[in-house]
Structure formats: C-alpha cells, structure tokens
C-alpha cells in the first residue's frame, strides 16, 4: 500500500459475506475533536466506541474502510491469554500477575456485551479446543488446565485423550487436546462493521479512504491526510502493521503474512464426522494451523506459508496439502476462497501499547493474538486518555525492541524467521 492509495477489502470469505458495505465519506477540510483515532480495525473501532460511551467526541481516520486489515480477514478465533503473557508477568508482583492473567479474558466480555448491546450479527459462538501435537505439547496443555483450574472462573475446560480427540474432530493428526468452551469464533469483519456502527450511532465520526500522511505533535496534535486534518486533544494510533507513521516505531513490529483458505458449504455428513461440536481449533506450533466451520459450514483452514502476495490460486495450491493431512476426507472438497492478512509480530510477542508523547497513544503488535486481546486494548486506550494508567503501564513499561532496517528488508526477514521457527517446530 503506498501511502495515498486506497483499496478494497480482499476478496475474501468474510468480504463476500459482510452484512454490509461500510460507506463513510473522505475526510476533506479540517476539523477539531476531542480524541483522533487511526485506524479503522479492532484496535482503533474499539477505542472509539468505548471512548464514545464514555462521553468523548472521537474522529476515526481509516486509509482503505473499516475492517480492511487483520481484523476483517482473520480466523476468527476468541481466544483467551494475551500473546507474550509470561514476558509481561516477569517482573510483576502476584497480585499484578493475576491482572494480567485477568485482562487476558476482558476481551471475551467486552465482545460478547457488545454483540448484545448493540445487536451485532456476526456468528458468535462458544467452543474452542487447543490440540497437541507431541507429548510436549499435551504436558503443556495440562499445565494449562492447572492454572485455568486455579481461577475461580468457570472456562469450561476438559482435557481430551487422544481418542477423544479424533472423536471430537475426526482426524488422526493430534494426540491431545484441551477445550475451552468460554473461548469461540466468530466473523471478524461483519464484527467490526457492527462495531462501527455502534460508534456512528454514539457520534463518531469515521472517514475512510484517508491515509493519515502525517502527525503534526504539539499541545493540540494535528493528523493530516492529503485533503483534510483532524485537530485533537489526544491522538490514538492504532494502524498496527500497516503504517510508518511514526520514526520511533518503526521496525517495532514485524508485519508476517498468514493466509486462508474457503471450501464450498460441506454436507451435514462431513460435518458431523470433521466437527459436530463447532469447535475452533489451533494447533500449538510457532507456525501454527488454525481452523473452524464457517456459520454456513466451509472449513476456513489457515496457516502462515513464506509468500507475500494476495493471489487465491497460489493460497490454495500452498494450504490445501496441508489442509489434507489434517483432513484426507476432504479430498473431493472445493476451496472457493484464498486470502491472506498481515500479523504485526513483536519481538517479545507482547503487544505494543505505549505513548510517543503526553498526548500521542499507539497499540499494535498482538502477535496473531488480536482478536480478543484488541477489544481489551481500546478499552485500555480510552483509559489513558481520561488519566487512568494501571493496565496501560503494565504494557507500557516493556520498551519496544526493534527489529534493525525492517522497513527496508522485511521480506527477506519474514522469510528468515519462518525458517527458523520451523525448526523449532521440528524439533
Ligand atoms: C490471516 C490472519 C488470521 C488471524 N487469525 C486470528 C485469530 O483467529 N484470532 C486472533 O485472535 N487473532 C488473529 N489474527 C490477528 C488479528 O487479526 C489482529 O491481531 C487484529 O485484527 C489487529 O487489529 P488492529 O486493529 O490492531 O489492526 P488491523 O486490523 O490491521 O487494522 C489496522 C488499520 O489501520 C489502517 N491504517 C494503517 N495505516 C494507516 C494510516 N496511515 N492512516 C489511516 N489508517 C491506517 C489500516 O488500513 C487498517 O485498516 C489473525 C491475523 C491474520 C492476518
């Protein structure tokens, strides 16, 4: 994306079955607010609403339309925890441990209230299993269960045998397994959208197709894009990795390409051998797969693969092998759909949520963990802007480590990495 393009959503499964499409004007002239926002994903729609119920005029400033990045092209998958949870419990005392623990399920609530409050139709459902694949991972998994176990909060989980597993699921492929009910999916971007329609209705106002080009700092900070500005008290940046926006940010998160494949609705039959139970499901590798059932029962099948372009047949050719070992049933089974997204992966894998200045916010880096986690971070962001710090100084106190010339050799540094987590994966 150069900076004053703008595009459409990726033709992906989500796209091609939004409720709608979002038309919200261009920003052009200048304006003034109390808190600007940019970003139109989880991130930055979620701040806005929370601010907006909480009183404060709020301008959202989305390059391309609301959902255009990971948050309308994901997997859908709530999950609990936050990416990087022990880093960002090392150095916190027990009873600061536990809010970390805690924060990691705010997500959930925040999601579900709103798909209630404000009547979001995007799919939502309980139901979620993590799967192992070597001995490792099923002694991780019941370490797991212990500490959800320790809190007085009913996850519903259920460690699972291997039989177990290949009933739940029907395949061969994992040897254990743990279920959390109180995780689940859901369609991200018919999520957002709904979520954006909330804020409009509370009187946020939300420009699409307007880059930001720059962020003029001072007492009163000024957002540009190439035919307007927003004057604001306080500016949130929630551009996760699509934007260079700030020099002191640059090279903080790491922008790795997943991808996703669509099959045509399965029979009843096949659903009821590959996942009667409607469970989201994620595999524990660093290059890990992840899969569930759409609301009109396509497997959506995902998994990261070295490739940074957007071509569906190149997607297809790549996952549907891997889709296979998994599922061999699925052998005569069509893909209709292959697209692909961009994570922002920190260093640590702890999300970025920090200031550049007194008035000046960003969150991003959720490390392919953001579907949850985001909906907590807007409501962190709006925190900081009424003055309250306890969440956010958790975050904010583990400086970004950057990732040397990433805007000049990211590719090449995508494709070392992938690499080297393979052969952690082998091992
Ligand atoms: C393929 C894929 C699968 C994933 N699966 C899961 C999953 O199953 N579960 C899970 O928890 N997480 C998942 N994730 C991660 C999750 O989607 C992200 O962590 C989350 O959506 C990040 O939200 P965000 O709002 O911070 O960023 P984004 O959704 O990327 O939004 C950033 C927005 O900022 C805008 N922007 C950037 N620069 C500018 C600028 N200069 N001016 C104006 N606007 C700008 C962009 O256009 C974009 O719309 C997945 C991600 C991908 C890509």
Not at 32 to 52: N, P, Q
Not at 96 to 112: A, P, Y
Not at 193 to 214: F, H, M, Q, Y
Request: aromatic share 10%; glycine share 10%; proline share 4%.
């Amino acid at each position: 994306m150069t900076i004053n393009s703008h595009q459409d959503h990726t033709a992906s499964y989500y796209a091609a079955t939004a409720n709608k499409q979002t038309v919200y004007e261009q920003l052009n002239g200048h304006k003034k607010t109390d808190v600007c926002v940019i970003g139109a994903g989880f991130t930055g729609i979620s701040t806005a609403l929370h601010l907006a119920e909480r009183g404060y005029k709020v301008h959202v400033l989305e390059a391309n339309k609301v959902g255009w990045g990971a948050s309308g092209r994901n997997g859908g998958q709530m999950i609990g925890g936050i990416s990087g949870e022990s880093r960002l419990s090392r150095d916190l005392s027990k009873i600061n441990e536990k809010l970390v623990f805690e924060m990691g399920w705010q997500g959930h609530k925040i999601i579900r209230d709103r798909v209630k409050k404000y009547n979001i139709k995007c799919d939502l459902k309980n139901g979620y299993i993590d799967v192992a694949i070597k001995p490792k991972h099923v002694r991780d998994l019941e370490n797991y269960s212990k500490v959800l176990d320790e809190y007085n909060f009913d996850f519903g989980q259920e460690l699972l045998n291997r039989d177990e597993v290949r009933e739940t699921l029907g395949t061969e492929k994992y040897i254990g397994g743990l279920k959390i009910n109180y995780n689940g999916h859901l369609h991200p971007l018919n999520l957002c959208i709904g979520e954006a329609d909330a804020a409009s209705d509370l009187g946020v106002v939300i420009n699409e197709k307007s880059p930001v080009t720059k962020i003029i700092h001072g007492a009163k900070p000024v957002v540009e894009t190439s035919k307007g500005s927003v004057e604001a008290d306080f500016v949130v940046l929630a551009g996760n990795a699509y934007h260079f926006l700030e020099p002191k940010l640059r090279g903080a998160v790491l922008p790795v390409k997943s991808f996703i494949i669509g099959s045509e609705p399965l029979s009843t039959e096949l659903v009821n051998r590959i996942n009667p139970q409607d469970l989201a499901v994620c595999d524990p590798n660093y290059i890990l797969e992840y899969f569930r059932l759409s609301a009109d029962k396509r497997l959506l099948f995902g998994r990261r693969f070295p490739y940074f372009g957007d071509n569906p047949d190149i997607i297809k050719k790549a996952l549907i092998p891997k889709m296979l070992q998994v599922y061999p049933i699925l052998k005569n089974t069509e893909f209709e759909f292959g697209w692909g997204g961009t994570i922002g992966v920190t260093v640590n894998r702890v999300p970025q949520l920090g200031r550049i200045s007194d008035n000046v916010f960003y969150s991003q880096g959720y490390s392919g963990h953001g579907v949850n986690v985001t909906h907590l971070a807007g409501q962190i962001m709006a925190d900081i802007v009424g003055g309250t710090a306890e969440r956010f100084d958790v975050f904010s106190k583990i400086k970004p480590v950057i990732f040397p010339g990433q805007h000049l050799f990211r590719n090449q540094l995508v494709s070392l990495g992938m690499l080297y987590y393979r052969l952690i994966d082998a091992l």
